[in-house]
C-alpha cells in the first residue's frame, strides 16, 4: 500500500482519522492503540508474512533499552548498548546482506555457496537507524524511562515508517502526547492536504514521467549519443529526488492531519554549492543521524586527533552509508564518491581562501551529483562506466542525435518542470512556512 494508491487515500487514511479524531475523540489510550494497530496494518499490507519480523526487532530493542535505562554500572551499561547495536546490525546483515556476502565469497574463493534468496522485510534499513538513535540516546541519557506502548508507536507510526524521514524519540512523543494534540486542528489538516497534495503532483506527474526516460537509457544497449546520456542521467538524478521528496511530502502531510510535524528532510538539495552543503539539503535526517552517531562517536574513539584522521572517518562513514542504501558494489561506489567530495571540500575549504563563483560552485555540484546517481542507478559497474564514457567521450558526428531513445511531450515537459522547480522555484518546506505565516488559514 502506497501513499499514492486510492485504496489509502479514499479508504485507508479517511478511516483511521474518523476514529482517531471522532470515535477516540476523549480517549488518547485507544488512540495510542488505533495508530499502532494502523501502522502494523499499513506494514502487513506489504507482506503479511514479514510483519512478525518488526515485532521481534520492536521488543528486542524495547528489552534492550530498558537494560541500558535500568543498568547501574557503566560497564554493564555499556555492554548492553554494544549488544543491541549488534543485534540491529547482524538482523539487517542476515536479511539484507546475507547473499550479498555470499555473491562475494563465491568470487574470491571460487566457491559455490548457496544463496539464502530471503525476502527483506519492508523499511528495515530505517527501522535499523531509528533503533539505534534510540538505544544510543538511552545510553546517553536523554530518555530516562521506557515504555512498551509508547515504543511501538515510536517505530510503527505508518507516515514515517517506510522511508523515513529518520526521527528521535523524544522529539515524537513530545508531539503525540501534547494536549494540541487531542483535538482536530483545522489549520493543520488543509495544509497536511496541500502538501499531499504538492507530493502527488511530484510523483504521478514529474517523477514517474522522468522514469519513462531513464529506463529506457540505463536499460539500453545501444551506443548512446552525448545528449542521450546527459538526458538520461539528469532525468534520473531529478526523478530520484521527487520520487523520494514526493513520499516525504506525503508522509509530512498525512502526519500533519494527525497534528505531527516531521523534520524537514529536503531543503532544494540541487541549490547546494559543494558536497558538504548537499548534504546539509539532501535526506537531512540520515545527515543527522550519521553525524551524531556514527562520525562523531568515531572521532571520540581516537586520540590525538588531526584533519588527515577526520577526513579516514569521513570516508569511512559515507562508504556505510551508502551500502545502506543496498546490497551492491555501485552503492559503494556511490558513498565513495560522496565521501570523497566532502574531502574535497573540506580540504578546500580549509587550506584555500579562494571562492568560486556561487552559480558555478553549484554547476559543478550539481554535475558531481548527477554523475554519482549514474553508479546509484546503473545495473553493474561496467553499464555505469559505459554511460560516463558516453557523456563525457563526445561523438562530434553523433553528439545530438535522438535514435535511441523517444521522447514525449509529457517527458519533456517534467524534465523542464523539474530544472524550474529544484532550481529556481520554492521548494515543498518553504511553500509550508509560508501558508503556515499567512493569515489565509487564520
Same mark, same amino acid.
Given at each position: ?24 475523540k476523549n480517549n488518547n489510550k485507544f488512540r495510542t492503540l488505533l495508530l499502532i494497530a494502523s501502522g502494523f496494518l499499513f506494514y502487513a499490507a506489504w507482506n503479511i508474512k514479514l ?14 533499552? $530498558? ?8 560497564? &554493564? ?28 565469497? &563465491? ?6 555457496? $548457496?544463496?539464502? *534468496? ?26 530516562? /524511562? ?38 482536530? &486542528? ?78 524537514? &528532510?529536503?531543503?532544494?538539495?540541487? $541549490?547546494? #554549492? ?10 537531512? #535526517? ?5 553525524? *551524531?552517531?556514527?562520525? *562523531? ?19 569511512? @562513514? ?13 552503492? @559503494? ?11 574535497? *571540500? ?27 546517481? @549514474?553508479?546509484?542507478?546503473? /545495473?553493474?559497474? /561496467?553499464?555505469?562506466?559505459?554511460l560516463i564514457k558516453q557523456i563525457f567521450l563526445l561523438d562530434f558526428k553523433n553528439i545530438i542525435s535522438l535514435n535511441n531513445i523517444s521522447l514525449s511531450t509529457n517527458s519533456i515537459?517534467?524534465? @523542464? ?12 518546506? /518553504?511553500?509550508? $512556512? ?9
Amino acid at each position: 500500500m502506497l501513499f499514492h494508491n486510492p485504496s489509502f487515500l479514499l479508504l485507508f487514511l479517511p478511516t483511521v482519522l474518523i476514529f482517531y479524531f471522532f470515535l477516540f475523540k476523549n480517549n488518547n489510550k485507544f488512540r495510542t492503540l488505533l495508530l499502532i494497530a494502523s501502522g502494523f496494518l499499513f506494514y502487513a499490507a506489504w507482506n503479511i508474512k514479514l510483519s512478525p519480523l518488526i515485532i521481534i526487532t520492536i521488543i528486542v530493542n524495547y528489552y534492550l533499552s $530498558k537494560k541500558i535505562i535500568l543498568a547501574l554500572d557503566p560497564i &554493564n551499561k555499556k555492554r548492553f548498548l554494544i549488544l543491541s547495536i549488534c543485534f540491529n546490525i547482524l538482523f539487517l546483515f542476515f536479511f539484507k546482506y546475507a547473499d550479498f556476502f555470499i555473491s562475494n565469497l &563465491n568470487f574470491i574463493f571460487n566457491s559455490d555457496l $548457496k544463496m539464502l *534468496n530471503l525476502p527483506f522485510p519492508l523499511a528495515l534499513s530505517f527501522v535499523t537507524f531509528q533503533s539505534i538513535a534510540y538505544l544510543v540516546d538511552c545510553y546517553e541519557g536523554s530518555i530516562l /524511562e521506557t515504555n512498551l506502548k509508547k515504543y511501538f508507536l515510536f517505530i510503527i507510526f505508518f507516515p514515517q515508517l517506510i522511508a523515513g524521514p529518520i526521527v528521535r524519540y523524544n522529539y515524537m512523543m513530545d508531539q503525540f502526547y501534547s494536549d494540541k494534540n487531542f483535538s482536530i &486542528n483545522y489549520r493543520n489538516i488543509t495544509i497536511g492536504f496541500i502538501i499531499i497534495a504538492i507530493g502527488l503532483i511530484k510523483k504521478i506527474l514529474i517523477a514517474d514521467n522522468l522514469s519513462i526516460i531513464s529506463e529506457q537509457v540505463f536499460n539500453s544497449d545501444a551506443n548512446l549519443s552525448s545528449l542521450e546520456g546527459w538526458i538520461g542521467s539528469l532525468s534520473f538524478t531529478f526523478q530520484i529526488y521527487f520520487d523520494f521528496s514526493a513520499y516525504i511530502d506525503m508522509a509530512t502531510g498525512i502526519a500533519l492531519l494527525f497534528n505531527i510535524n516531521l523534520p524537514q &528532510n529536503f531543503n532544494s538539495p540541487y $541549490k547546494a #554549492t559543494g558536497i558538504i552543503d548537499f548534504w546539509q539539503r539532501w535526506h537531512i #535526517t540520515l545527515t543527522f543521524f550519521l553525524t *551524531n552517531y556514527l562520525y *562523531n562517536p568515531l572521532l571520540k574513539s581516537l586520540k590525538n586527533l588531526t584533519f588527515f584522521k577526520s577526513m579516514v572517518c569521513t570516508f569511512l @562513514v559515507f562508504l556505510i552509508a551508502g551500502l545502506w542504501h543496498g546490497p551492491s558494489w555501485l552503492f @559503494v561506489i556511490f558513498g565513495a564518491m560522496h565521501g570523497l567530495g566532502l574531502i574535497i *571540500n573540506q580540504t578546500f575549504k580549509k587550506f584555500s581562501s579562494f571562492k568560486l563563483n556561487k552559480i558555478f560552485s553549484q554547476f559543478l555540484t550539481f554535475i558531481y551529483i548527477n554523475i554519482s546517481f @549514474v553508479f546509484f542507478r546503473s /545495473e553493474n559497474i /561496467e553499464s555505469a562506466i559505459k554511460l560516463i564514457k558516453q557523456i563525457f567521450l563526445l561523438d562530434f558526428k553523433n553528439i545530438i542525435s535522438l535514435n535511441n531513445i523517444s521522447l514525449s511531450t509529457n517527458s519533456i515537459i517534467s524534465l @523542464v518542470v523539474s530544472f524550474l522547480i529544484c532550481f529556481i522555484f520554492m521548494n515543498t518546506y /518553504e511553500i509550508k $512556512k509560508k501558508i503556515e505565516n499567512s493569515k489565509l488559514l487564520d
